[in-house]
């Protein structure tokens, strides 16, 4: 049975991986701050007060899973929070970049001797990372947290590359989530069936692509 480990996974994107996961036969181990009823109910094994910016919960939680044991690793936890010019916060900025950038590195760091020989590692950003794409400016925290974490995925399809582990960095498209107010263009589980069709054409080739949930290219 195929294991896999996805992160924010108590609602919106995270929980409707793991429904989908399981319902494919995976193993899957989610992971959340605090979970709820609708992730309880689902077959997965749920690990709360893992939050991606706490170094010692991240290593608590590595430590127990087993070497090559793992085939799939989703790094979908993350925070929007609007910051404009006019009203520059500095340290939203800064918790943007720790839980959106800084977060999955660590996470995907800490579990590589988990990861088996030819896994995969899927980010979940945001075209509002794409600099070339940028019409309309503002939203400085989570536009310049998610340029980086692209960035870093590029750089882990590379590093990971003579390991046969490759890297899918991956726009969901507006979805209607917490997030966003539920005021998105597509649902949670259109978004999810379209990321786990990216997640399988994934392989050493494209490794380090971007890619919106349609399938589409993204500029950077």
Same mark, same amino acid.
């Given at each position: 049975?195929?294991?896999?480990?996805?992160? /924010?996974?108590?609602?919106?994107?995270?929980?409707?991986?793991?429904?989908?996961?399981?319902?494919?036969?995976?193993?899957?181990?989610?992971?959340?701050?605090?979970?709820?009823?609708?992730?309880?109910?689902?077959?997965?094994?749920?690990?709360?007060?893992?939050?991606?910016?706490?170094?010692?919960?991240?290593?608590?939680?590595?430590?127990?899973?087993?070497?090559?044991?793992?085939?799939?690793?989703?790094?979908?936890?993350?925070?929007?929070?609007?910051?404009?010019?006019?009203?520059?916060?500095?340290? @939203?900025?800064?918790?943007?970049?720790?839980?959106?950038?800084?977060?999955?590195?660590?996470?995907?760091?800490?579990?590589?001797?988990?990861?088996? @020989?030819?896994?995969?590692?899927?980010?979940?950003?945001?075209?509002?990372?794409?600099?070339?794409?940028?019409?309309? /400016?503002?939203?400085?925290?989570?536009?310049?947290?998610?340029?980086?974490?692209?960035?870093?995925?590029?750089?882990?399809?590379?590093?990971?590359?003579?390991?046969?582990?490759?890297?899918?960095?991956?726009?969901?498209?507006?979805?209607?989530?917490?997030?966003?107010?539920? @005021?998105?263009?597509?649902?949670?589980?259109? @978004?999810?069936?379209?990321?786990?069709?990216?997640?399988?054409?994934?392989?050493?080739?494209?490794?380090?692509?971007?890619?919106?949930?349609?399938?589409?290219?993204?500029?950077?």
């Amino acid at each position: 049975m195929p294991h896999a480990i996805i992160t /924010g996974a108590n609602r919106g994107i995270g929980l409707e991986f793991c429904r989908a996961l399981s319902g494919r036969g995976y193993a899957v181990t989610a992971l959340c701050r605090h979970s709820n009823e609708a992730l309880n109910k689902l077959p997965v094994n749920v690990h709360e007060g893992y939050d991606v910016v706490d170094g010692d919960a991240i290593d608590a939680f590595a430590s127990t899973v087993a070497p090559d044991s793992v085939d799939l690793l989703i790094n979908n936890a993350g925070i929007l929070h609007s910051v404009s010019l006019a009203d520059l916060d500095l340290e @939203s900025v800064r918790r943007q970049f720790e839980v959106n950038a800084l977060g999955p590195l660590r996470v995907t760091e800490s579990l590589l001797p988990a990861l088996k @020989s030819g896994a995969k590692i899927a980010l979940i950003t945001s075209r509002m990372g794409s600099i070339a794409d940028n019409e309309s /400016g503002g939203s400085y925290g989570y536009r310049m947290s998610k340029a980086a974490l692209n960035a870093a995925g590029v750089s882990l399809a590379k590093d990971l590359h003579s390991r046969d582990i490759s890297v899918a960095i991956l726009h969901p498209g507006y979805v209607r989530t917490d997030m966003t107010g539920q @005021s998105g263009m597509i649902n949670a589980q259109d @978004s999810v069936t379209g990321l786990l069709e990216r997640i399988d054409q994934l392989n050493l080739e494209n490794s380090g692509s971007f890619w919106h949930t349609n399938g589409e290219v993204l500029p950077w």
